[in-house]
């Protein structure tokens, strides 16, 4: 029986050593794996973290800057002015803030007018004149009043000085009011704040500007604060300007003595980029 017994224990020595030495086997494997994997880890963390100092993640909101406005259009509605006409409103935003464009008015009184639109000091009244002659807005409309300061007032289709687009826009260049001396014993002559062939907006009510407009056919002082923003000064057609205002005036449909006895008709009025100045292509070319 010893010998039986003998070979059981050798049988059974030899098959916890092949276990053992599976179960080593094992053990080598599970460690090599769990190796491998924490330095392939480690190797992700640091792509990563370079890949996150590098700015790989940041939004687009980071690394893009969106266009500022420009300018901001206040809308109207219909209803509350039904003399006003719905042509959309200008870009706020990529419009040109440097340089000068030239506008120019063809009418049935000469020589067109042209002036220098002062983009610089006034974007967003050149931006609004630019806009409303490339939809042809002002095209056959007349000049419906020849003022007493000395300027024709154009630029309102409906001729009730109620008339514009259904947008508004706040004034950007009205000139100064000089204080006056403290040492001088008389009050002084009031400074000419709008010389002759100045351009400029007028708001209904005051600083709502639209689409009118004025252009002075002789120097004007006011004695208040000035109520006009400039957009643009007369460089060609002073002798229609002057034709213009010598125009008699009859009373209109308010009593007063403003209205021109004979037509002013606006034919056509454009605006394009100055050729000598370097702003960016004029919004009237949008459609």
């Given amino acids: 029986m010893a010998p039986s017994k003998d070979r059981q224990r050798k049988?059974?020595?030899?098959?916890?050593?092949?276990?053992?030495?599976?179960?080593?086997?094992?053990?080598?494997?599970?460690?090599?794996?769990?190796?491998?994997?924490?330095?392939?880890?480690?190797?992700?963390?640091?792509?990563?973290?370079?890949?996150?100092?590098?700015?790989?993640?940041?939004?687009?909101?980071?690394?893009?800057?969106?266009?500022?406005?420009?300018?901001?259009?206040?809308?109207?509605?219909?209803d509350d002015n039904p003399d006003k006409t719905d042509v959309g409103t200008p870009p706020t935003k990529d419009l040109p803030e440097t340089g000068t464009e030239t506008l120019t008015i063809a009418t049935n009184q000469g020589d067109p007018i042209t002036a220098s639109l002062d983009v610089a000091s006034a974007p967003c009244g050149a931006a609004s004149l630019s806009y409303l002659a490339g939809k042809k807005f002002?095209?056959?409309?007349?000049?419906?009043?020849?003022?007493?300061?000395?300027?024709?007032?154009?630029?309102?289709?409906?001729?009730?000085?109620?008339?514009?687009?259904?947008?508004?826009?706040?004034?950007?260049?009205?000139?100064?009011?000089?204080?006056?001396?403290?040492?001088?014993?008389?009050?002084?002559?009031?400074?000419v704040l709008y010389p002759k062939g100045t351009v400029t907006l007028i708001g209904n009510p005051a600083a709502s500007n639209g689409s009118q407009f004025l252009i002075f056919f002789k120097d004007y002082a006011p004695t208040t604060d000035a109520s006009y923003s400039i957009v643009g000064q007369v460089t060609g057609g002073l002798d229609t300007l002057a034709k213009i205002g010598k125009i008699t005036t009859v009373t209109d449909d308010a009593g007063d003595k403003v209205k021109p006895k004979e037509k002013i008709t606006i034919k056509t009025l454009t605006v394009g980029a100055d050729a000598a100045s370097t702003a960016a292509p004029s919004a009237s070319v949008q459609s």
């Fill in 11 to 78: 049988l059974a020595r030899a098959k916890f050593d092949r276990q053992s030495a599976r179960r080593a086997v094992r053990e080598r494997r599970r460690r090599r794996i769990l190796a491998g994997v924490g330095t392939g880890l480690a190797v992700l963390l640091i792509a990563v973290g370079g890949a996150w100092i590098g700015g790989a993640f940041d939004s687009d909101e980071k690394t893009t800057t969106e266009a500022a406005d420009v300018c901001l259009w206040s809308p109207l509605t219909k």
């Fill in 138 to 191: 002002y095209d056959g409309t007349d000049c419906h009043e020849i003022l007493d300061i000395g300027a024709v007032h154009c630029g309102d289709p409906s001729g009730t000085n109620n008339g514009g687009p259904l947008y508004s826009f706040y004034d950007e260049n009205t000139p100064v009011q000089p204080e006056p001396a403290a040492s001088a014993s008389a009050p002084a002559k009031a400074p």
